[in-house]
């Protein structure tokens, strides 16, 4: 890099005839002091967004209100969103889709769980505007109210559940690993839903569940 000294120099100090140098992207080095020192202020995404931009790779979004526009259970969904906001969030306070729950918002527990193109993620651990680009299901779109999805039905009978806050997210992570995995073991059910977290501790009725939609081709 030009902008370093071959040797060590004595002094902090440049000298008069010293120029600020500029690294191969076209950005120098008080240039990059500049932008961190101005998003110390602003939202981390926007600190991404502002480096990435410095960069030439992408351009920044926000930290206002952008457009976001989300296929959610096989319907387009618009919505205007600061990039901070969470896949979860949107769902629930934008959408009203409230079947996936906020309980540790850390990406943890597996109460969010919705299917990003058929694979199971903690929704408050995704951007919503990360999310555009992929088919979303939430619970919502599985089955409902006397027209229940075979994993839901499973589910019912073996009295899978109890306060029944964690069940939305077993039944998204069921589906997505009877997906993967149409005739499981019961040592595979368990490591496979090991994602997800039940208080009320209902594990071996949900595993039942998972055995019963299984057998039955629910998934
Ligand atoms: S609320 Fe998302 S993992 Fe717990
Ligand atoms: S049924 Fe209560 S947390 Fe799982």
Redesign the pocket.
């Known amino acids: 890099m030009d902008d370093l000294p071959d040797k060590p120099a004595k002094t902090d100090k440049p000298s008069k005839s010293q120029k600020p140098s500029s690294s191969s992207s076209g950005v120098s080095r008080r240039d990059f002091l500049k932008i961190s020192g101005v998003s110390a202020a602003v939202p981390l995404v926007t600190q991404v967004s502002a480096f990435a931009l410095a960069e030439g790779e992408v351009a920044a979004q926000g930290p206002g209100k952008v457009p976001v526009s989300l296929n959610v259970n096989g319907k387009k969904l618009n919505a205007s969103l600061e990039p901070r906001v969470t896949l979860l969030d949107a769902l629930r306070d934008q959408f009203e889709l409230t079947g996936a729950k906020r309980v540790c918002d850390r990406g943890t527990c597996g ?1 969010c769980t919705v299917l990003l193109d058929g694979k199971a993620v903690y929704s408050c651990s995704v951007l919503a505007i990360d999310a555009q680009s992929h088919q979303i299901t939430t619970v919502e779109g599985l089955g409902e109210p006397g027209n229940l999805h075979p994993i839901q039905k499973a589910f019912v009978d073996n009295d ?8 939305p997210g ?1 039944v998204m992570a069921t589906k997505a690993f009877l997906d993967q995995h149409p005739n499981p073991t019961p040592e595979q059910i368990k490591h496979g839903l090991g994602g997800n ?6 594990y071996a009725g ?1 595993r039942l569940a998972v055995m019963q939609a299984a057998k039955t081709k629910g998934a």
């Open positions: 109460a899978a559940q109890q306060c029944g806050f964690c069940t077993f977290f039940c208080r009320c501790g209902t949900m």
